[in-house]
């Protein structure tokens, strides 16, 4: 009797414990969707193209296609608020919630930027470009170390903050997108910067710059 009563007790013991495991495992697994969406022109409706596309939390930094779409795939579910800006536009944002399984659709109206140019800055005056990168292979990851300059020609203007838009090119024709940002670069400075990209088990063969962006 007392070997049975044993022997019940250790296959509840296993079962709870098999149980557990597979609560434990569910509540910790990760979740994904997407996102697509429609940038355009508030005054014309008509899609923008090369809108910089960036979201907070962060995912990838892309641009909107031809006709203004745009679509950002396998993220973690959640809330995010995504930006979107282009030279002579104001900068405009809205917020999605991503699903399991779904895409969340995003609709973003810009308006041009009617304000008067800056006469002592302008984006002709801020100069960026990439001085070396080098793809650093590990195993079946790999990361590109980039490595770019930025400056002020102006002769008496400041620029607050800026953006740099990074395209890389890959061997097997995918593309990744990267940006980083600065502040208070003064009239006449130069700057110097790198930063890791994470492009799977890519090699990079070509990085260009695709856009930038300013505030005085």
Not at 2 to 7: A, F, G, T, V
Not at 64 to 74: P, Q, R, V
Not at 160 to 183: I, R
Request: aromatic fraction near 10%.
């Amino acid at each position: 009797m007392k070997s049975r009563i044993l022997s019940a007790l250790t296959v509840l013991v296993v079962a709870g414990i098999f149980f557990n495991s597979c609560a434990k495992d569910t509540m910790e697994a990760e979740t994904f969707g997407e996102i697509d969406g429609f940038v355009i022109d508030g005054e014309t409706e008509e899609g923008l193209e090369t809108v910089n596309i960036t979201t907070t939390p962060a995912t990838n930094a892309i641009f909107t296609e031809n006709d203004g779409s745009f679509n950002i795939t396998n993220i973690p579910t959640g809330n995010y608020t995504i930006q979107a800006r282009k030279t002579d536009y104001n900068s405009s944002s809205v917020s999605v919630a991503v699903r399991e399984g779904e895409a969340a659709t995003a609709f973003i109206s810009m308006s041009p930027d009617e304000e008067e140019p800056d006469s002592t800055v302008s984006m002709n005056d801020f100069e960026a470009g990439i001085t070396s990168w080098f793809n650093d292979v590990d195993g079946d990851t790999t990361h590109v170390e980039i490595n770019y300059r930025v400056g002020n020609n102006s002769d008496s203007g400041g620029i607050s903050s800026y953006e740099v838009y990074f395209q890389v090119e890959t061997d097997s024709g995918v593309s990744f997108y990267f940006d980083v940002a600065g502040d208070d670069l003064q009239a006449g400075q130069n700057r110097s910067g790198n930063f890791r990209g994470y492009i799977r088990n890519n090699e990079a063969t070509e990085i260009t710059i695709n856009d930038v962006w300013i505030s005085d």
